[in-house]
């Protein structure tokens, strides 16, 4: 379970990548914006997380890895003038601006105009949106999740980042 813009779930993607994770688990993820007050406790996760939602209703052909993959961790791992994405977006972009670096994204990956301009129509669309809620209803209500991010493996349930070695 992660939020996109949580610098937390970026360590403990980090670490699953250091600790090989995805050669000996098939893992899934639950796009989570993490609430707060009347928004988000990150203002631009839902739009993002609305992308990832969308990309997986419209993968790329020929791709060896889902365009929401690829999305996130162009997210946690790309830099902007020396600086992690990840806080570029959090910090100075505003929403429009998280929208032009994603679809500036989706056309690196290899979508046409014609794709993006659908995919960005889906990401808007009730059917995401009512992904998304139904996303926060089993993190809140039946996982009952304590922080973010959360990662399920073994039969246990890790409410924190866990460490290279623990991933292992």
């Not at 999305?71 to 902007?80: A, E, G, S, V, Y």
């Not at 505003?94 to 960005?120: C, H, P, R």
Request: proline letters at 3%; hydrophobic letters at 35%; one cysteine or more.
């Amino acid at each position: 379970i992660i939020d996109p813009l949580c610098t937390f779930c970026k360590k403990l993607w980090g670490n699953i990548n250091e600790a090989k994770f995805t050669d000996r688990y098939n893992l899934t993820y639950i796009a989570y914006p993490i609430p707060e007050g009347n928004g988000y406790k990150f203002k631009n996760s839902y739009v993002i997380a609305s992308y990832m939602e969308a990309l997986k209703k419209f993968p790329l052909a020929n791709s060896d890895v889902q365009a929401d993959w690829r999305l996130l961790d162009k997210i946690f791992t790309d830099k902007k003038d020396g600086i992690d994405m990840q806080e570029v977006i959090n910090i100075s972009y505003s929403n429009d601006q998280t929208v032009e670096y994603i679809n500036k994204s989706l056309k690196e990956f290899g979508y046409t105009d014609e794709q993006i301009a659908l995919i960005k129509s889906l990401a808007e669309s009730s059917t995401v949106k009512e992904t998304i809620k139904s996303n926060r209803d089993l993190v809140e209500n039946k996982i009952q999740t304590i922080k973010i991010p959360t990662i399920i493996f073994n039969g246990v349930r890790h409410d924190r980042v866990v460490d290279v070695e623990g991933l292992k």
